[in-house]
């Protein structure tokens, strides 16, 4: 009999029970934050210059992992074999594109495309894009991009390890989309 009132008592106890509220409530925000960082979201910090002016070296951002479409214009982060990279989307699965070497001008689907945010410069070739003028990459016979892939090139075009380098990257090989600027 004292035995089953000693555990009622340690039962109804608020010292028995924060312990293992507190330590339950820490479980659930570790698995909680594992979860939004894996699937939803997570936050980077730039290392180069790749991207600028719109994304500055040291600043820190936020990822959204959780997106279902790439579209033209997004800044994405990627594997490109070397770590991982940040770069805008310019082409999409379907797309055509040409890039004028001489003068810096990116045509998508025939079209000249606006850039407002990049700082072209002359001979912004790199070894992919060169290596296509040997087999007919002209404004007339541009580089079609296959489906599932993206064509990415960095803002700051004389500084940026981009798919001029590297060529299209699998949309597979996509982090996340650069959301927003975390200061």
Same mark, same amino acid.
């Given at each position: /009999? ?12 608020? %010292? ?8 339950? %409530?820490? +479980? +659930? +925000?570790? &698995?909680?934050?594992?979860? $939004?960082?894996?699937? +939803? ?9 790749? /991207? ?9 951002? $936020? ?25 805008? &989307? ?10 004028? /070497? ?9 079209? $000249? ?19 296509? %003028? ?8 541009? $580089? ?40």
């Amino acid at each position: /009999m004292e035995e089953n009132s000693a555990n009622a008592v340690r039962k109804k106890s608020p %010292a028995f029970r924060i312990p293992v509220i507190v330590i339950c %409530a820490l +479980a +659930a +925000a570790v &698995i909680i934050t594992f979860l $939004l960082n894996r699937f +939803a979201f997570s936050m980077i910090k730039v290392s180069g210059t790749g /991207m600028e002016p719109t994304v500055m070296n040291g600043e820190r951002w $936020l990822i959204d992992k959780s997106f279902d479409e790439l579209g033209r214009g997004d800044i994405v982060t990627f594997s490109s074999g070397k770590g991982a990279s940040v770069s805008r &989307i310019v082409a999409v699965g379907g797309d055509s594109l040409y890039l004028d /070497m001489q003068s810096g001008r990116l045509y998508i689907n025939g079209e $000249l495309y606006d850039e407002p945010y990049a700082k072209n410069s002359p001979g912004v070739g790199g070894s992919y894009i060169s290596g296509l %003028a040997g087999g007919g990459y002209s404004k007339e016979n541009p $580089l079609v991009i296959e489906q599932g892939y993206v064509f990415v090139m960095g803002d700051n075009r004389g500084n940026s390890r981009d798919s001029r380098e590297f060529g299209p990257i699998s949309e597979s090989d996509v982090f996340g989309v650069v959301a927003k600027k975390i200061k």
